[in-house]
């Protein structure tokens, strides 16, 4: 990896994480004078009811300190070394950016009903395939996006065509909702994908690759920003507004190295979460029965007796142990 290229990564990580603790000390007073607060649903756990009114679209706060980091470390790199990675770049945190829209809009719609539902299901689904379509379309006629998908491990590769493309669909859509379900006790969804940047920031530096190391970075800085206030008992949740942001750069981080598959590995808790989530309602809806105590999974583990603290631990744990096998599966 180039000097540089080093330089900025610790840069791009410092200043997000520097800027995102500022912008949350002026942040979370000014949400709770907005009373713009969580609703707490009745069918959660008991114990989740003290959390009412905590202040929530606190996403907004690593979404903005990226952007400056973007206008500033970005524009800085596109100037000094553009090797034809700064379109990637741009159109892959876009892509973040028209996730995090949803999720500001969802939010807001949320807190005006007063209630923990904001988009139907339906609307957020076909929202969110739009923008799953408009990203690799825009990847394939700006940056020559091939549709030969690789498999970890097995070392071989298919050009799959036009299905190739309903794949990467399925994929980036599920991993963005994948996340957001992740974000259901504090500190979750902000500590697992620490982790998950911290793999893409390797992954990124054994390749080479200054947009996805920069957007790694980012990520990082972010996410250990937002622990500083979300790490339990939290003081801000982020809401759909980080989530799905957070979503769309993690799915983007695994375009970027050219390795797409490798984020449900890495993104094991994510899949893990989602998985529960979908096995839990399909059951009931079969068979009236219940696979697991409250899905997603996380809330199965409380219902078990295990805290929040030691969710976050263990759940973090795994990722870390997951992206070290990951890692042996980057190699073409």
Known sequence: MKPEYIIYFIIALVGTFGLTVLILRWLIPKLRSLKMGQTILDIGPRWHKNKQGTPTMGGLAFLVAMSVVILTVGVAAVITDNDGWAKRFFITYGMALCYALIGIWDDSLKIRKKENEGFSAAQKFILQVFIAVAYLVAMTFLCDLSTVLYFPYFNISFDLGFFYYIIATLLIVGIVNAVNLTDGIDGLAASVTTVVGGFFAVAAFVSQMLAPALISAMVIGGC???????????????GDTGSLFLGGLVVGLAFLID??????LVGIIYVCEAASDIIQVGCYKLTKKRVFKMAPIHHHFEKCGWGEIKIVVIFSLVTMAVSVVAFFGLAK
């Open 224 to 238: 250990v920003g937002f622990l500083v206030y979300n790490f339990y008992p939290a003081r801000v949740f982020m």
């Open 259 to 264: 390795n797409p598959l490798i984020v449900l």
